[in-house]
């Protein structure tokens, strides 16, 4: 009894952790780890990675499952208490708003600060600045000036001055898409990449369709010297994805601070009304217009039902692409997973809520286009690498390790997989078993938990 006494005196208690996470499978991509471990989490962080016994107020049982960094997912366009619930089930534990942006920044963060599900950013979006700027009569996309007229010079200084301060209220990235915005010209848009340049910060780019549309972001890219992040290469590129992937890939070799991402599917959406729709349909024959989809029906669009939904508004689903090309694009290992999510008054993409257990599902167990260790650095590692220069604090996201934020999905690797559907877009995926955010559960054995907001604000700059 005095040894065990004088042994206890010596090492002290044993700690108790907030939460541990015991017997699954930790799979981290910054380490390599890939191993059965233990975790302890106290105060929203990882305290201890090991395979000694520990002990928490609160256990997870792991065993039989992987426990990963939580998903990073750099374009959601949906930024909505039901939005983040989506993601949080499909494992995504920070979700970003980098393509569309806002044009107000702080008043988008203020909105939030209460808290949410899951932690959430934005970027200064071109599109959005251009449609105050320009006195859009649009809400979602730019329908009018913001699309179909040229910036005057004074307009075009408005607009990059209103990036800058958008950048200085904490915006993690400058958002831009070049098919929304026809109307702007190489100086407009050299104006904004300049910004992106001298303030250090990546440009996130839909870029205009095909080998053209990525030469010229390159260029812009080039002259100014900014990094380019280029937005679902997957949609962009089209059949051309091989091609396009080898420019990025020599644009890199040369020096270019250049990145992409794709999301798993063969089908894009967006809104009927913008530049991009009504430019490529406005005059299509009917057998072109068939590859739009009305989600809301299932229908798919000729003449007649294109320019009367055209003048109510609302999403579409654009069927261009093949299985084949979204293959190429989510294996390469150029590619950062990122879903695109988009979602408007209860109808969205599949995307929405399937995307991060689809890659598990499909591209790394069904078809192994992916191993699972590629696939989750795609989903973690990835892109907060893509973010740390602007925004320090993503060093402690993407990663598993002590000291690092407490975001970590926990999923079944033998049945994780999407179920959501064109036409059911908001079923949720199955095998995606616990998501814990700032050590909170924000999902429990596959189902949400009701009444938690432990997201946090993701700001460029200096950590606040």
Same mark, same amino acid.
């Given at each position: 009894?005095?040894?065990?006494?004088?042994?206890?005196? %010596?090492? !002290?208690?044993?700690?108790?952790?907030?939460?541990?996470?015991?017997?699954?499978?930790?799979?981290?991509?910054?380490?390599?780890?890939?191993?059965?471990?233990?975790?302890?989490?106290? =105060?929203?962080?990882?305290?201890?990675?090991?395979?000694?016994?520990?002990?928490?107020?609160?256990?997870?049982?792991?065993?039989?499952?992987?426990?990963?960094?939580?998903?990073?997912?750099?374009?959601?366009?949906?930024?909505?208490?039901?939005?983040?619930?989506?993601?949080?089930?499909?494992?995504?534990?920070?979700?970003?708003?980098?393509?569309?942006?806002?044009?107000?920044? =702080?008043?988008?963060?203020?909105?939030?600060?209460?808290?949410?599900?899951?932690?959430?950013?934005?970027?200064?979006?071109?599109?959005?600045?251009?449609?105050? &700027?320009?006195?859009? *009569?649009?809400?979602?996309?730019?329908? *009018?000036?913001?699309?179909?007229?040229?910036? *005057?010079?004074?307009?075009?200084?408005?607009?990059?001055?209103?990036?800058?301060?958008?950048?200085?209220?904490?915006?993690?990235?400058?958002?831009?898409?070049?098919?929304?915005?026809?109307?702007?010209?190489?100086?407009?848009?050299? =104006?904004?990449?300049?910004?992106?340049?001298?303030?250090?910060?990546?440009?996130?780019?839909?870029?205009?369709?095909?080998?053209?549309?990525?030469?010229?972001?390159?260029?812009?890219? !080039?002259?100014?010297?900014?990094?380019?992040?280029?937005?679902?290469?997957?949609?962009?590129?089209?059949?051309?994805?091989?091609?396009?992937?080898?420019?990025?890939?020599?644009?890199?070799?040369?020096?270019?601070?250049?990145?992409?991402?794709?999301?798993?599917?063969?089908?894009?959406?967006?809104?009927?009304?913008?530049?991009?729709? %009504?430019?490529?349909?406005?005059?299509?024959?009917?057998?072109?217009?068939?590859?739009?989809?009305?989600?809301?029906?299932?229908?798919?669009?000729?003449?007649?039902?294109?320019?009367?939904?055209? $003048?109510?508004? !609302?999403?579409?689903?654009?069927?261009?692409?093949?299985? %084949?090309?979204?293959?190429?694009?989510?294996?390469?290992?150029?590619?950062?997973?990122?879903?695109?999510?988009?979602?408007?008054?209860?109808?969205?993409?599949?995307?929405?809520?399937?995307?991060?257990?689809?890659?598990?599902?499909?591209?790394?167990?069904?078809?192994?286009?992916?191993?699972?260790?590629?696939?989750? $650095?795609?989903?973690?590692?990835?892109?907060?690498?893509?973010?740390?220069? $602007?925004?320090?604090?993503?060093?402690?996201?993407?990663?598993?390790?002590?000291?690092?934020?407490?975001?970590?999905?926990?999923?079944?690797?033998?049945? &994780?997989?999407?179920?959501?559907?064109?036409?059911?877009?908001?079923?949720?995926?199955?095998?995606?078993?616990?998501?814990?955010?700032?050590?909170?559960?924000?999902?429990?054995?596959?189902?949400?938990?009701?009444?938690?907001?432990?997201?946090? =604000?993701?700001?460029?700059?200096?950590?606040?």
């Amino acid at each position: 009894m005095i040894t065990a006494l004088l042994l206890v005196l %010596q090492l !002290g208690t044993p700690p108790v952790y907030d939460r541990v996470i015991l017997g699954g499978q930790v799979m981290d991509p910054a380490s390599n780890i890939d191993a059965v471990r233990n975790i302890g989490l106290s =105060a929203g962080r990882i305290a201890v990675i090991t395979t000694q016994a520990i002990q928490g107020r609160d256990t997870v049982d792991a065993r039989g499952l992987v426990v990963t960094p939580g998903f990073i997912d750099l374009h959601a366009h949906g930024q909505t208490a039901e939005t983040y619930r989506f993601y949080a089930l499909d494992g995504v534990t920070t979700a970003l708003e980098l393509e569309l942006g806002t044009s107000d920044v =702080a008043a988008w963060y203020r909105e939030r600060e209460a808290g949410e599900r899951i932690n959430y950013g934005v970027s200064v979006g071109h599109i959005k600045v251009r449609m105050a &700027v320009m006195d859009d *009569s649009g809400t979602w996309m730019p329908v *009018s000036d913001g699309a179909y007229r040229a910036a *005057s010079p004074a307009q075009i200084g408005e607009i990059a001055q209103r990036i800058e301060i958008g950048l200085r209220e904490g915006a993690v990235s400058i958002g831009a898409g070049f098919p929304y915005t026809p109307a702007a010209t190489r100086d407009e848009l050299l =104006a904004v990449f300049r910004v992106a340049a001298t303030t250090k910060t990546p440009i996130h780019v839909h870029i205009r369709p095909g080998v053209a549309g990525l030469k010229d972001a390159l260029a812009l890219a !080039g002259e100014t010297g900014a990094a380019l992040h280029v937005v679902h290469i997957n949609s962009a590129a089209l059949a051309e994805t091989p091609v396009m992937l080898k420019m990025i890939s020599d644009a890199r070799a040369h020096g270019g601070e250049v990145t992409t991402e794709a999301y798993p599917y063969d089908a894009g959406m967006t809104e009927i009304q913008s530049a991009t729709i %009504q430019d490529t349909y406005e005059a299509a024959p009917d057998e072109r217009l068939a590859e739009l989809e009305w989600p809301r029906t299932g229908e798919r669009l000729n003449r007649e039902s294109f320019d009367r939904y055209s $003048r109510t508004g !609302g999403p579409v689903v654009v069927h261009t692409n093949t299985e %084949q090309m979204v293959a190429l694009a989510i294996s390469s290992p150029l590619t950062i997973v990122a879903s695109d999510a988009y979602w408007q008054n209860g109808t969205g993409h599949p995307r929405t809520t399937g995307t991060y257990a689809r890659v598990l599902g499909r591209y790394v167990r069904e078809t192994h286009a992916l191993s699972l260790m590629d696939a989750i $650095r795609k989903m973690t590692l990835m892109p907060a690498q893509r973010l740390s220069a $602007r925004v320090p604090a993503m060093n402690q996201k993407g990663r598993l390790s002590v000291g690092a934020d407490a975001d970590i999905t926990i999923f079944d690797a033998a049945t &994780v997989l999407d179920r959501s559907t064109y036409r059911e877009p908001s079923l949720p995926p199955v095998g995606i078993q616990h998501v814990i955010v700032n050590g909170v559960s924000v999902v429990a054995n596959g189902l949400a938990v009701d009444g938690v907001a432990p997201g946090k =604000a993701v700001r460029g700059g200096a950590p606040r």
